[in-house]
Structure formats: C-alpha cells, structure tokens
C-alpha cells in the first residue's frame, strides 16, 4: 500500500511541474510581439528612400518599421510593427536611416530612429529555467522508465511474462459433469499440499498435465478448480501472450516465466490455447527459425531441460491436441493427457443445478428432463441458455424462470430468436406447415435415437420453421439402421412437398446437405456399404503444414464407385421414406392443418396426431393448456404482489416504530397507524395472537364447551372438503 501511494504522489507531482511548465510556454509564445512582414535589407533602404517610413526601432538583431501610413497606434509601437529586418549590424541600418535625414533637401518627415536597450521581459527571463526544469523531467521520467523496464513495468519491459498471478476461489464442487477428470487432477492438489507422501513411494508427480476437449468444456474451469484446491500461486497466461512484434521476445517471456515461478514454488502454471505456441515445428512457411518455434524451443527446454523445475506443475488447455509438436506431449513434458469430454445425461443435470443455483427456478422446472433434451451441450451451452431463459423471464416480469422460459432459450441458443413479425405469404406458411408435418411424422413412425420436441412454423435464424429433435439417449454410436432412418426423416420435407403441391422449393436445400453429408460417411468412413470394410475417407481439419501435399489413397474407378454407393443410399432411403408419408398421408393432412391453426405443437400434440386423434380435439388440448399455464401465472403474479405488499408494510410500521422511538411520531399516531396496517390483513396482529393463546390457557374447558369445540373444529375441515371437491369438478368440466 505504501508503495502505491508513494507511485500516486509522484506521480501526481510530475503532472502539476509539467501543466505549470505547458502553461508558462503558452504565455510566452501567446506574449510575442506581432512584427508584422519580414523584408530584406535592400527593400528596406528602398521603402526609406521613397519616404514611407516613419519610425524605426532596432533591438537584439531585428530592426521593427512603421510606415507613415500605418494604423498602429503610439501605445501599441514597438509591441507591433508592420515590417520587420534583420541585421548583423546595426550600424547598417542607422546609417540607411541617418542617410536619409540629413540628405539634401532635407525631407518634410524624419524617420524616428530608436537604439536603445529595452529591458528583458519576465517570461523571458523564466524560460530558461523552465527549460532546465523540463530537462530534469525528462531525465526523471527516462530513469523510471528503464527501472520499471528491469522490473517488469512500462513500455520496454518486452521480454517480461505477462502471466497474471492469482488464487481462485473456485473449488471441485464447482466443477460438475467431469468425475474422472476432477479425479485426475485431485493427485496434483495432493501432491502440493503433501509432497512427501509421494516421495515416499518414489513416486514422480506429472510435469505437465494438458487438458483436450471441445470448446466449453470446462478446461480453464477445471484448471482454475486445481488453483484453487491446492492454494498455491497460480500464474496464467495465454499462448499468444508470448508472441510479440519483436524478434526474441517470445522466448525471453518464457524464461521470465519460469524464473517467477521457481521464486514462487510449489505453484501452478497455467498455459490456456497452447497451440497458439505449441504447434509442429517446420509446418508452413517460416521455416524453422520464425519467432514462434523460438518460443516453442524454449518452452520445451524449461519443461523438461538441463534445469530442474521442483515444484512447477503445469497445465495447459487445447481444442487441437493433433496440431501440437511431438516433443511437447512426450513424457518428461506433458506427461499426462485429460480429455474433458462432452457431459453426459448425469453430467448436464449437475451443471444446471450449478448453474441456477442463483436464479429463482419455478418448482415446476424439471432439470432430468432437460438434461434429456439437451444432448451434446457443453457446460458454456448450459450456462448461455439459462441465462437467456433468465433474460426471457425479466422480460415478461416472471419472478420466477419456468419450463418454458428454458425451453425458449435452448431453441435460441440452438436455432436464434423467433421472428413473429416477418411477412410471410400465405403459400409460404402452407409450404412450410406440410414440410415440418413430413420431417414430424418420419421422426415418430423411423426409429433414429431421437424423438420430436417441438414442431413449429415460426420462421426462426436462417430457417421459415423447424422441427425439434433431441436424443432420447446419449448413443455414441449409431447402427447402420438408424443412420438410414436419419436420411429418411431429412428427406421428409421434400417428399411432403411433391405430394402435396406436384412441385418443389429451395426449402429443402439444408436437408438435402445433410442426408448426403451421412451418406457418404456411411461410405467412405464407417464402411456401411458393399464396398466393404475400407476408409476411403480423410480428416475432416486439415492442418496445412502437415496435410498441404496429402493426396487421396483411391483411384478414380474408386470414387466414381463411392458416388454410385452414395447414390443407391440415398435413392433407397428416399423411396421408403415416401412410402411412410403416403400410407399416413392423413396424418400429413391433420398436422399441417393444425400447424396452420396453432402455428407450433410439441410432443403430446404431435403423439396426439399419430394416434389419429382428430386436430380439432387436439386444438382444444392445447387452448386447455393455454389456460392452465396463464392461471399458473396470473395466480403467481398476484402472490407476488401480495408479497411486495407486505413488506412495503413491514417497513412502514418499522419506520413508524424508530420515527416513535426517536421522538419525532407520537404514541397515537404510531397505534393510528397500526391499525391501518392491520386494517389491511396482510400483516397479523402479534400482540393479538398472544392474548389469544393466554385466553386459551387460562380458561377451563368443560365437557360440553369441548366437544362444540370439537364440532366447530371438524365442520370447516369437512366443508373444506367439499369445496376442493367442486372445485376439481369445475376444472375437470373445463
């Protein structure tokens, strides 16, 4: 702290001597005098020879001339000057002056001539020493340059780290959906707080731990969760911090790093996109001597050189293990390789849970369900949709996240926001209802591991509607069937189309993408075709400094074959999938119409509609549904208000009761406005509530005065009953 105010002060002293120092310049260059034109020596004797010369003042070199003419006044002579000349000497100019004078005849006006010394003015006696005090600036400020350069401060500290050094507060019970991988680095926390144990053993903990997986994952999370545990330095930094413009800075960032941390061990050093610096050596154009390999060579040579790192672990984070150079993932450096994978069902609930544990979730919310819905999400996905599902539920002045609320940002997340107030034609929307009818229906009646969620003709992002589908289970790998069924519900829509309307649109463009994208996977990779158990396939990122000159491993009777296998896949799925939608071409009928109508179902109207329920009764179900959930609301709303009413209440009376104790309200007023607040019923009268439980005690019950009591007691409980009865036959009847 003292160091900081020291900076402070200094600092803010150097700002006062240069504001002083800029405003004493301004004065002095806003104080010169305006001498008018500058003329040569030859004009000058010119314009005296001419008679337009009036006065003449000569001072330090510089000769100042008012012409008979001039609108310059006496008071403001020898402060302004029309012209001006310059001179070596000035017996020049007092001899072209003299000259005229006293020539022969002598001329009606003499020139004014005017030598003498003026006194040096007080701005021009400080500049020089404000000169000197700027020079010291100068100095001061260079010298604090290259101290904090040598420290690692300022503007020339190029070759220092710029890890940040922190300790997070984040614990493994933040960290949900990743058992195994918190399991991993619990051994790193262990070892830090009891290295002996381990020696004990002669156990050698891990140099290096690198942690893999999709972005979203959680890797920084994690790594920040092992910081935490262990409570030691955790210094973190991101791989394209060490490269800078200038040569050699990369590799000297990396030596400053590890030095810091040998002053600081035991710690954690913690490298996020690792690749950035990391990447194969020779691959692409720099050769082997650019700025990153530099970097990357003495990274290597501090993990695992000539010198000894005790007590350095370090972590680093990537999303392209593949592109890495060998030497960095051979043990001795990273000896240790943690996938953070995608969280499973169990994983994803967990993460919610987290996730909303500051959000005010309705009881309602069923989190194994969205779970269930939301196969493939990574913990950021989770995050982002319960944030917008929070937003969603500011917007509508819920006070509470609901079921809905979450579903609506999923889809949002997912596919973007609904667009309601797009123009859409009349064709369009009868289009787009039979389209998303044929993906629903192929989706319910095809087994493909998914079912239908939401069915909807709202034109939301890119598309003019959607049809939902989530995993009904966490399958990792697909059968050949269900690859097949898959092909078969993208190519719904354009069937439904062509039955319908004998025509097709652009519509199905995305569809067809992806039923040719599984085709010829099924083909050339998963080898699910009668070219047999071949991969024909290649990886599907290309990094250019490995796979510029990669060629293909077929011939061309090969591909032309892989075309052919594509085509029979796709031709057969396209024939069973129109069988489908013509034998339930009713089906088609009544989905599309109830499209039209609600413009969106969800997974009991569309089981509804495969049961042969008739829309109609399938419309009523939701407009039912519809009622419930603004009951729900609306009830909702009104507890909240009564809520707020109540402390708006409490603080009144608290008010009322320290305005009383202070003096400033009297006794009557403080009871008159008790009686208000309990005039409203929705504060209870405490002291009410004693008198009555003392009346209780106090007072002796009789045989008879007890079984009225008794009578009076069971009577409402019985009328109670009778009402919640009605009441569940009036909803019922609704």
């Known amino acids: 702290m003292d160091n900081n105010k020291k900076k402070k002060s200094t600092g803010g002293i150097l700002s006062i001597i240069t504001l002083i120092a800029l405003v004493i310049i301004v004065i002095f260059i806003a104080s010169q005098p305006n001498y008018g034109k500058r003329i040569s020596t ?12 009036s006065d003449v003042y000569a001072q330090g070199g510089t ?39 006293n020539s022969d005849p002598a001329p009606e006006i003499k020139i004014n001539f005017d030598n003498q010394v003026q006194g040096e003015s007080w701005v021009s006696a400080v500049v020089p020493y404000i000169s000197l005090i700027i020079m010291i600036v100068l100095v001061y400020m260079f010298y604090r340059m290259i101290r904090n350069a040598s420290r690692g401060n300022g503007a020339m500290s190029f070759g220092k780290s710029k890890a940040r050094v922190e300790k997070p507060n984040v614990k493994f019970a933040d960290v949900a959906g990743a058992d195994e991988e918190k399991e991993e680095t619990r051994e790193i926390v262990e070892f830090l707080k009891n290295p002996q144990k381990f020696r004990a053993v002669g156990a050698r903990i891990p140099k290096g731990v ?43 960032r990396v030596r400053d790093l590890f030095d810091t941390a040998k002053r600081n061990a035991p710690c954690i050093v913690f490298i996020d996109e690792i690749d950035a610096v990391g990447r194969q050596r020779g691959a692409g154009l720099g050769g082997g001597n ?13 993990m695992d050189g000539f010198q000894g790192n005790t007590g350095i672990i370090v972590l680093a984070a990537t999303n392209r293990a593949d592109v890495l150079d060998p030497a960095l993932l051979r043990p001795g450096r ?53 944030n917008e599902a929070a937003i969603l539920a500011a917007r509508n002045n819920r006070a509470t996240i609901t079921m809905e609320d979450i579903t609506e940002g999923i889809n949002k997340v997912t596919m973007g926001p609904q667009k309601k107030s797009w123009v859409v034609t009349e064709r369009d929307k009868k289009n787009t209802a039979y389209h998303e009818s044929g993906h629903a229906i192929l989706a319910k009646l095809l087994d493909a591991g998914e079912t239908v969620h939401e069915v909807s003709i709202i034109p939301r992002g890119m598309a003019g509607g959607y049809t939902s589908m989530r995993d009904t289970d966490d399958e990792k790998y697909y059968t050949k069937d269900k690859l097949l069924n898959k092909i078969s519900i993208a190519m719904g829509g354009r069937i439904a189309e062509e039955m319908i309307f004998g025509e097709t649109t652009t519509g199905a463009a995305n569809d067809i993408k992806q039923a040719t994208k599984i085709a010829h996977k099924m083909v050339t990779e998963w080898g699910m075709s009668e070219l047999g158990f071949v991969n024909y396939g290649s990886e599907n990122e290309v990094f250019i400094g490995r796979d510029y000159q990669k ?65 109609k009764e399938v419309a009523k179900s939701i407009d039912k549904k519809e009622k419930t959930r603004k009951r729900k609301e609306e009830k909702i709303k009104k507890e909240q ?25 009297s006794t009557s007023e403080l009871e008159m406005i008790k009686k208000e607040v309990n005039a409203t019923g929705l504060l209870e009268n405490k002291q009410t509530k004693k008198v009555v439980k003392k009346k209780e005690k106090t007072a002796p019950k009789t045989t008879e005065s007890a079984e009225t009591e008794n009578v009076k007691s069971e009577t409402p409980k019985q009328e109670n009953k009778d009402e919640s009865k009605d009441s569940s036959n009036k909803d019922e009847q609704e």
């Open 551 to 615: 060629q293909t491993a077929y011939s061309e009777a090969t591909s032309a074959k892989i075309d052919q296998e594509v085509s029979k896949i796709i031709d057969g799925c396209y024939a069973r999938a129109k069988k489908t939608l013509e034998d339930n071409r009713q089906i088609l009928e009544n989905m599309a119409q109830l499209l039209l109508e609600k413009e969106t179902i969800y997974t009991d109207e569309v089981d509804m509609l495969i049961k042969g329920v008739d829309p």
């Open 42 to 53: 030859t004009e000058f004797q010119e314009m005296v020879t001419n008679g337009e010369v």
């Open 334 to 386: 990273f000896d240790r390789q943690i996938y953070v994978n995608v969280p499973d069902v169990k994983g994803r609930e967990g993460i919610m849970k987290i996730h909303a544990k500051n959000k005010p979730i309705d009881k309602d919310v069923d989190f194994t369900a969205i779970a269930r819905l939301t196969s493939g999400f990574t913990g950021a996905d989770i995050e982002n949709f319960l």
């Open 290 to 302: 650019d700025e990153r390999e530099q970097t990357l060579n003495q990274l290597l040579v501090e």
């Open 641 to 665: 208000e009564i809520e707020q009413a109540k402390k708006l209440q409490q603080v009144k009376l608290q008010a009322a009761t320290a305005l009383n104790k202070a003096g400033i309200l």
């Open 63 to 101: 000769a100042i001339i008012r012409v008979v003419d001039s609108s310059i006044t006496d008071a403001q002579w020898k402060k302004r000057a029309d012209y001006y000349v310059t001179y070596t000497d000035v017996s020049i100019i007092f001899e072209i002056v003299d000259n005229y004078n």
């Open 210 to 252: 690198l942690l893999v997986g999709p972005p979203g994952t959680g890797k920084t999370l994690l790594a920040k969760a092992v910081a935490g545990e262990s409570n030691v330095p955790f210094f973190s930094i991101s791989g394209s911090d060490f490269v800078e413009l200038y040569v050699g800075v990369g590799a000297s």
